[in-house]
């Protein structure tokens, strides 16, 4: 009869907005918690087992033709999203109540058990003898102390079970507010402090600066078959491996544009293959050896993933993608057609179980760039006021200290060539130790490149305009990049710390220093270290430091001392949502 009458009430609150109206006030309770009143600690639990999301929406009941009608007086009825995050609301607030009156009946149950501890110890000590000791083991008190034990063990078990229920809840209503009709949101914020020293003996990159980023993402699934989303970030927009804005433009109002955009298609009678196209995150495996965070390439990306049942080859995945990057007008007078700057090429990535503890990656890649001068024009014009300066500006390709060597003629900007192509063979192994401490996990990963068209295009670009002259000789030795990245911990829970240290040492044309690791001394031709400290503050909160340490490989002084090494600070609060 209870239940009935809860039902009816639960009605009643769903049709008459004034009963409703009031939310949040801590002297009402819910549906759910009012059915369970009058029962003990123990056995409310069982009684008041919480509902679902879905199931503890009442069913709508017809209206009749008063309720149909406007009513200046009555509140506007809530849209379905607002009702089912209030009800999840409520219900954690039930549960969350008798939460809390479970574990004050553990903590009576432990109380107890502890008084009669001290009553069996006294009878114990009146006792003499074995025959004591066994009258004592057999004693009213030690019986009641194994009922005592047993009823705090099922109580456990009990309060256990109901903050699973209390976290499962919480999770939903999180991931209710997140979403609108099928887009799922999430984002973060990141301010940063940054100080320079040391470099160059000028000291022209000594600074402190003040940076923040912040970044805004919308996820989509239309079906089975069919997904995709959107980003914003802010940053320089010209700048394509750096979401960050440094506060130097007079409190102008900072751009926020288009990041990302991308269609997934995973086709139902093939599931293997997914299809990719737009402007995406990168459908490879990479480190920052070769291609920076921030970057989102554009084009298109085919995967075709293969899981298998194997004890100790677990899944082989194969990647194809087509990025074009530039366009450029034809200049013959006969053909006038426009040529396109494009990334081609492919990668195999293998993953492997040794033991319970071991997991093991490899992954190979090869990035053909076609017609790469283009982009050696837009550094050029980028960098030909101040090309070692640490505050470019808005200007083409900016963001970027590119050591590659490119070829002019009379200095101009627009007649940049690089001496090299750049055909990138890329080999990454990656080890994850379980150290069966949940916290504390390790990951080691080594990272090689080798750009096989090592000044490749020094010949070609000779015999056009033998007048054209180098900012740096191209050395085809100078092909080579490494990457060794240690790391101690997780970010996953409050509480977290993760450890980092990164050993980069990336020769002049080892990699397209355009598109790379924006926090390098310089993007090739250097040596680099890293030291990384995480600290999960709160779930949604992290603060972090980051120390960079690095110096030229080869400099306009060398064999003499090499430059002083360029210390880079970086102190993070970042906030995720």
């Not at 194997?310 to 530039?326: A, H, I, Q, R």
Request: net charge positive.
């Amino acid at each position: 009869m209870r239940a009935i009458l809860t039902w009816i009430l639960a009605m009643g609150l769903a049709v008459t907005p004034a009963l409703a109206g009031a939310e949040g006030t801590a002297s009402k309770e819910s549906p759910a918690t009012k059915g369970a009143e009058g029962s003990s600690p123990v056995g409310k639990t069982e009684a008041s087992a919480p509902k679902t999301a879905a199931s503890s929406v009442p069913a709508a009941a017809p209206k009749s033709d008063a309720a149909a009608k406007p009513d200046s007086t009555a509140k506007p009825e809530r849209s379905s999203l607002e009702m089912e995050l209030q009800q999840l609301r409520e219900m954690i607030q039930a549960q969350t109540q008798e939460l809390e009156e479970q574990r004050a009946a553990l903590r009576e149950q432990k109380r107890k058990m502890e008084s009669l501890e001290s009553e069996i110890r006294e009878s114990r000590s009146a006792s003499t003898g074995t025959g004591g000791a066994a009258s004592a083991a057999g004693s009213p008190e030690a019986a009641k102390m194994d009922s005592v034990v047993a009823a705090q063990e099922d109580l456990g078990q009990k309060v256990g079970k109901l903050q699973t229920q209390v976290d499962a809840t919480k999770k939903s209503l999180e991931e209710s507010i997140k979403k609108i009709g099928p887009f799922t949101f999430s984002g973060d914020l990141r301010l940063r402090d940054e100080p320079f020293f040391g470099g160059p003996t000028n000291q022209s990159q000594v600074r402190d600066r003040f940076r923040f980023r912040i970044r805004f993402n919308a996820n989509v699934k239309l079906n089975d078959e069919i997904s995709g989303g959107f980003s914003l970030a802010s940053g320089d927009i010209n700048d394509p491996i750096s979401t960050n804005q440094t506060t130097n433009q007079f409190f102008t109002r900072k751009p926020f544009l288009l990041d990302r955009a991308f269609l997934n298609y995973t086709p139902h009678w093939f599931k293997p293959l997914t299809l990719t196209g737009g402007k995406f995150a990168y459908p490879f495996y990479r480190t920052e050896l070769t291609w920076d965070n921030d970057l989102n390439p554009e084009g298109l990306a085919q995967t075709l993933a293969f899981k298998s049942e194997s004890k100790f080859f677990k899944k082989l995945t194969l990647v194809g993608f087509e990025l074009p990057f530039s366009e450029v007008a034809g200049t013959a007078t006969s053909n006038r057609s426009i040529h396109q700057s494009d990334v081609y090429g492919g990668q195999i990535q293998t993953q492997w179980q040794f033991g319970s503890r071991v997991k093991f990656s490899a992954n190979t890649a090869f990035y053909n760039y076609i017609n790469a001068d283009p982009l050696a024009v837009a550094l050029a014009t980028a960098n030909a006021s101040n090309p070692q300066s640490p505050a470019i500006g808005l200007l083409p390709v900016g963001g970027s200290s590119v050591q590659n060597s490119v070829y002019r003629v009379g200095g101009v900007a627009t007649t940049a060539r690089f001496a090299s192509r750049f055909g990138l063979f890329d080999t990454i192994a990656r080890f994850d130790f379980d150290t069966k401490v949940p916290r504390a996990p390790i990951t080691i990963l080594g990272d090689y490149v080798q750009n096989t068209r090592a000044c490749g295009n020094v010949g070609a670009i000779l015999a056009a305009t033998p007048t054209a002259t180098p900012n740096v000789a191209c050395n085809s030795r100078q092909r080579n990049g490494y990457w060794l990245e240690a790391r101690l911990g997780r970010t996953a829970e409050k509480g977290d710390w993760q450890f980092g240290y990164t050993r980069m040492f990336i020769e002049r044309e080892a990699v397209m220093g355009a598109f790379n690791f924006s926090d390098l001394r310089q993007n090739s031709n250097v040596s680099q270290h890293r030291l990384e400290v995480f600290y999960q503050a709160h779930k949604n909160i992290q603060l972090a430091f980051t120390g960079l340490f690095g110096r030229p490989l080869v400099t306009a002084t060398s064999p003499a001392p090499a430059e002083d090494i360029l210390k880079r600070l970086q102190f993070d609060v970042i906030y995720k949502f």
